[in-house]
């Protein structure tokens, strides 16, 4: 028997459909397919499901189609409430077009209204502002969206495990940046952590130990040879000893004879002994 002899009502998304002149792969009934899924009509059989939209990924609100409007930024973790803020204008409306006086003034009410309400417990201030200390410090230097976004979660999973308690908001930020930059392997040195943060170096470190030993993160040691194009730009070698400075120190961190040393000390030595071999003046100062 058929399906559409059983039941005789229909659900909201089979209202509207249209019959193709496909063939069932099962009993080769007839085919119909509505806005959720592809069915056959005889023995109920689902062929397809969850439909491509083929639509516009914009929007208008307008009868000419001159003002597409896009549906807003993704969710993120950077932001205390995932980036579903409201920001209120000041001087001009949604057109372009100046506001008066008193509306200006109605707005500025609002505004202060709507900045006092944003947030509903201490904890979300504290997490606003940590959020805001990684974006600063990760803008500072200069790293992705991808790491920005891995500290902000990270950031998030130590408030969430109590680790704030007693400690700075800015070197707990300042520690997830400088954690996500290990798990990655990417060479951040301290020193310039420190330039950028408002904490000096001892609550980083302090900080950064109370990450790692609380959530385990996945750090990896830091390779000498990561740390070579950094010094050698400073220094401002050429070429063919920062190539023989790499060509050392991977060697010297495959044979393991580094172990217990310090991976800047490592890559230090490595340019130095390069520029000798290479006739460049260098001093191990």
Known sequence: MATRDIYETAFDEDVQHESSSNECPECNGRVATNAVETVCEDCGLV????QIDHGPEWRSFEDDDSNRERTGAPLTAARHDRGLSTEIGRSTDGKGRTLSGSKRRQLARIRREHSRSRFQSKAERNLAHGLGEVRRVASALGLGGSVRNQACQLFRSAQREDLLLGRSIE??????VYGVCRCHGRPVA????????????SSITNAYKTLNRELG???QPVAPQSLIPKLASELNVNSQ???????LAERAHETSITNGYQPSGVAAACLYLASREHGQSLTQT
């Open 217 to 219: 993160l996945p750090t």
């Open 190 to 201: 301290r020193d310039d952590l420190v330039d950028v943060a408002r904490v000096d170096h």
């Open 171 to 176: 070197a707990i930020a300042a520690a997830s």
């Open 47 to 50: 062929i397809a499901d969850q």
């Open 241 to 247: 000893v920062r190539r023989r400075a790499r060509t």
